[in-house]
């Protein structure tokens, strides 16, 4: 059996490699940060790391990390209810819900496994979920998992949510869910008015914080923190392995009853590990960090805001963006391979996106800043931005 099915395996990853989607991984030999070492033994200004808050490779949260591995070992070897939980995973929880302005909060693995099991426990046929267009592939698949209908409204179009919302007048509950940020243009969901349609149409909001929690907002509590909604929605799903550390995790924070709910039924809780003591109290740290200053969130600010202008100073064409994405809109598929290329070999590592991840015709370089990096970093990647793209005819 297997010979058959190996050949139709390379087939199908010759096709991949045809279309020029074939993915390869770069080798990092040194901590995640702004200056890393590939294992070519190039060092590089790292651009494409979700490492916004420069935490990955903290020493504060190193140091914590350490400390809880003395008094809390290193592995829980069990899901949450039987033996997952510490006072590490409860304090955790409860500064999220702290942070966030909610009543309560649940941990998982990551944000996809938040995503995942956090439809299916609460709605089902009778109820309907109506979500964005290009939300996030852990929305989709959770959606997918839960019994639901669902509606699908165009990319932050607040005229076709307020349709899908009235097609779903006749079901039970209604929930709207988006990303807070999307990731490939880096434009903010217009949550304000979301709660508004919402609150119109008698619907519930859920808004995934991945891209915005610590990056968003002027203390940087996110999508509802920039539009004063606080408060205002019923659930906020996030990631720890982003702005918020980097290492893994993922959490559900919102209503109390609906917390409650997923403790007893979400089943990427019930039927999988417990995050690691260490990632628990790194978390810890993070959100002490976060709270007690805001300097990170304004030195994260302040680069964005000083790349993207300086980026618009120099002719590129900027997708509007409110978070630490940067799109540099180059259009062709090829382009954008070259650019990045050319790029790498000016030590910015940087990625192009085209077809399938974005639209046909829409290809471009996704940069993404992060208050690990100093401004003579943010100097040397406007001048390598400016030096390729004068040589591959993009700016005059
Ligand atoms: C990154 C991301 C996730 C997945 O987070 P993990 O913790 O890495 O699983 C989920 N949703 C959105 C919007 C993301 O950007």
Redesign the pocket.
């Known amino acids: 059996m297997y010979n058959n099915y190996r050949d139709h395996l390379d087939k199908t990853l010759n096709e991949i490699k045809e279309a020029g989607l074939y993915k390869n991984e770069r080798i990092i030999v040194s901590p995640q940060g702004a200056e890393i070492e590939l294992n070519t033994g190039q060092k590089v200004l790292n651009f494409c790391a ?1 490492n916004y808050l420069g935490l990955s490779n903290s020493p504060s949260l190193i140091e914590a990390a350490k400390s809880s591995l003395d008094d809390h070992g290193y592995g829980m070897s069990s899901v949450r209810f039987i033996c997952g939980t510490t006072d590490l995973h409860k304090e955790l929880e409860k500064k999220i819900a702290e942070f966030f302005s909610t009543e309560d909060t649940i941990l ?8 995942g099991g956090v439809f299916e426990p609460l709605l089902n046929e009778e109820d309907a979920i109506i979500s964005d267009s290009l ?5 989709i698949d959770g959606v997918r998992l839960c019994k639901a209908e669902r509606y699908r409204y165009e990319n932050a179009d607040m005229s076709d949510l307020e349709k899908q919302l009235k097609l779903a007048q006749s079901k039970r509950f209604r929930l709207v869910v988006t ?3 999307f ?1 490939m243009d880096g434009n903010v969901a217009p949550l304000d008015k979301i709660v508004a349609l919402a609150d119109k149409y008698n619907a519930m909001v859920m808004v ?4 915005s929690a610590g990056v968003v907002g002027k203390t940087g509590r996110g999508v509802t923190e920039l539009f004063n909604i606080t408060g205002k929605v019923e659930i906020i ?6 702005a918020f550390g980097g290492a ?3 959490f559900t924070t919102g209503k109390k009853e609906i917390i409650e709910i997923l403790r007893q039924r979400s089943r990427p809780y019930l039927f999988s590990n417990s995050i690691p003591p260490m990632v628990a109290a790194a978390g810890i740290r993070m959100i002490d960090m976060m709270t007690e200053t805001n300097i990170l969130q304004d030195k994260l600010h302040w680069n964005s805001e000083y790349f993207i202008v300086g980026m618009k100073k120099l002719g590129f064409d900027i997708k509007p963006t409110k978070s630490a994405i940067c799109a540099v809109m180059l259009y062709e598929a090829r382009l954008s391979q070259d650019f990045a290329a050319r790029l790498l070999e000016e030590g910015i590592y940087v990625i192009g996106f085209y077809f399938p991840v974005v639209a046909k015709g829409q290809a471009r370089i996704r940069v993404q800043l992060s208050a690990g990096h100093e401004k003579e970093h943010l100097d040397k990647a406007l001048k390598a931005f400016e030096k390729i793209g004068k040589e591959l005819g993009v700016i005059k």
Do not use: P, Q, R
């Open positions: 979700n998982y693995a990551a944000c996809f496994d938040a995503n939300n996030h592939a852990s929305i990303d807070g940020v990731s995934d914080e991945s891209h799903t996030g990631t720890l392995g982003k893994i995790g993922g």
